[in-house]
Structure formats: structure tokens, C-alpha cells
């Protein structure tokens, strides 16, 4: 799947054209649907990694995996209720890092510890473009979940400290890394396009979009090769068998949490300190399986 970057820009911007067809409350519960739904589903293999992981270094059996998976989803969903602003800035930080590991996977090796530090940048750059172009709807996201009023100055300037990093980084990074330069050189390309797909879309859309077409399905494709050794149909079936419990279960909690909380605010709220707390052990289980990819 060298090509997938290509079908990944016309996926991007056929999601964009169907929006012209689309309400912005149909977006947004569309969306929420395809984030619980193929968003979770990249996740939702963990603990088979993990097992994977664990088996050929003769740890952990899988159902302590299961508990300690649990447990930790459990702490984060905790640690969100009483402690909402500083989860939702962990939360945010995290996330930045994760995006821009699979984003940027093929940097390994040479100044690796310096790798952590780009690649946190380069996914809170992405996450920083999509406030930018939504800053009323990140305000009042985060009012909701935390009964916190940020102003949207600190996102402006949060953004601008951000992409001056990051610019200073990839100059660094470009001179000193062992990588196809044509290849790295193409990120400046991606990145404009994620800036036009989130001026243009909605905040719930454009994350969406993101968060689908161009990290869950890569990460899809990633686990599938790291547990059978390929990407193809058949391989990607099994994946699917694999998670098929987790996801219905993720599925599931999507129609409960929707027809016991009708009210959109709480949930948002509901929505997105579930996302963090599946988030938390999520990156854990994909870093060790880079780490194990690389013989590290």
C-alpha cells in the first residue's frame, strides 16, 4: 500500500464534496458514528498485539493484558472526571504524539529520542490547524467538558508557538536524518492539504476526516502486517474477526450512550473523555509494536 497517501488525498476530498449534501448535525452524528466505528476498530486489536508482543518475550499471559488494559482505560475515564483540564491537555499532547508516530513511522533509528520530540510537534501541529479554523467550537467543546473558558488567544498563540517549533524541527530533521528526502518533503505537501480540509469542513468533519482516512486506516494496515505479515484481503478479514467483539461492543456503548444522553452537550462530554481514555493505553500497545518492528 506504497500508494495509499494518493488515495488517501481523494478520499479526503470526496469527504468534503459529500458534505455539500449533508447538514452540520448530519456531519457531526455521521461523524461520531465513523470515529466509534472504523476509529475504534483501529484500536480494537490491542490486545491481540500486545499478546503477540508478550508471548515472544514470555510475559504477560492475555488476561492480565485484559485487566491491565481495563484498568488503565478505567484510571484515564477516572482521572477525566476529577482532574478534566490537566487529562484534557494530557489527552491533548498524547494524542499529538501518536498522530505524528504514525504519520511519521518511517523515521527510526538515528537520533532517536529527537524523533519523539518532531513527531509530537508535527501531530499537535495537525491538531492546532484544526482548532485554528474552529476555535468558537474548540472553546465551547472544552467548556463543556472541563467548565473551563480558554481564550481563543491561547489557541492562536499555542498555534503560532507550534508551527515555529515545528518549522525550526523539520529544518533540523531534514539535514541530519538518514530518510528519503522527497518522501519527508511530501509532510509540508499533507499538511497543506489538512489545512484545507479543516478551513473548509466542519470541526466534528475535518477531525473525522483525519482521524479516519489518514491514521486509523494506515494504522489499520500497519497491525494487519505486523500480525499476519501482509496487507490484503484476506489478512485484513481476519484483522476484522479479530476485533470484531471490541468493535460491536464499541458500537454498542455508541447507542446506549446516545439514547441515555440525548442531550448533544453531556454528550460530547461522554464522547470525548471515552475517546481519551481508550486513547491512553492505545498509544502504549502501538509504540511497543513500532519498537518491536524495528528490533528495538
Known amino acids: 500500500m506504497n500508494n495509499y ?3 488517501a488525498i481523494v478520499l479526503s476530498f470526496l469527504g468534503l464534496w459529500i458534505t455539500s449534501f449533508f447538514s452540520n448535525d448530519l456531519q457531526v452524528g455521521i461523524g461520531f458514528v465513523l470515529i466509534l466505528s472504523f476509529g475504534i476498530l483501529h484500536g480494537a ?23 491491565l488494559y481495563i484498568t488503565v482505560v478505567i484510571f484515564g475515564a477516572v482521572l477525566f472526571y476529577f482532574l478534566p483540564v490537566i487529562t484534557l491537555l494530557l489527552f491533548v499532547i498524547i494524542s499529538g504524539y501518536h498522530f505524528g508516530e504514525q504519520q511519521l513511522d518511517y523515521l527510526k533509528g538515528e537520533l532517536l529520542q529527537y524523533n519523539f520530540v518532531f513527531k509530537t510537534l508535527y501531530g499537535l501541529l495537525v491538531l492546532f490547524l484544526l482548532f485554528g479554523f474552529h476555535i468558537n467550537d474548540v472553546i465551547a467543546v472544552v467548556y463543556e467538558i472541563t467548565s473551563y473558558s480558554i481564550d481563543e488567544f491561547l489557541i492562536i498563540n499555542t498555534l503560532y508557538l507550534i508551527l515555529i517549533l515545528f ?18 518533503l511530501n509532510e509540508l505537501f499533507y499538511l497543506l492539504i489538512f489545512a484545507i480540509i479543516f478551513k473548509v469542513s466542519s470541526l466534528i ?18 497491525q494487519t502486517k ?23 461492543v464499541s458500537l454498542i456503548g455508541l447507542f446506549l450512550f446516545y439514547f441515555l444522553f440525548q442531550d448533544i452537550k453531556l454528550f460530547n462530554t461522554l464522547f470525548f473523555s471515552f475517546l481519551a481514555a481508550i486513547t491512553f493505553p492505545h498509544v502504549v500497545v502501538v509504540l511497543m509494536m513500532l519498537k518491536d518492528k524495528s528490533g528495538q
Do not use: C
Not at 518549522?167 to 519527508?184: A, C, D, H, P, R
Not at 468533519?205 to 500497519?222: A, D, K, L, Q, R
Not at 505486523?226 to 460491536?248: D, P, Q
Open 226 to 248: 505486523f500480525l499476519y505479515g501482509s496487507f490484503n484481503y484476506f489478512t485484513f478479514m481476519k484483522y476484522i474477526k479479530e476485533a470484531l467483539f471490541y468493535w460491536v
Open 205 to 222: 468533519w475535518g477531525f473525522t476526516i483525519y482521524f479516519i482516512v489518514w491514521h486509523s486506516m494506515p494504522s489499520i494496515i500497519n
Open 167 to 184: 518549522t525550526m524541527n523539520y529544518i533540523f530533521v531534514f539535514k541530519k536524518l538518514k530518510v528519503n528526502q522527497s518522501i519527508f
Open 45 to 67: 486489536n490491542d490486545i491481540l498485539i500486545s499478546k503477540s508482543i508478550m508471548n515472544r518475550k514470555n510475559q504477560l499471559s492475555k488476561m492480565k493484558i485484559i485487566y
Open 5 to 7: 497517501p494518493s488515495i
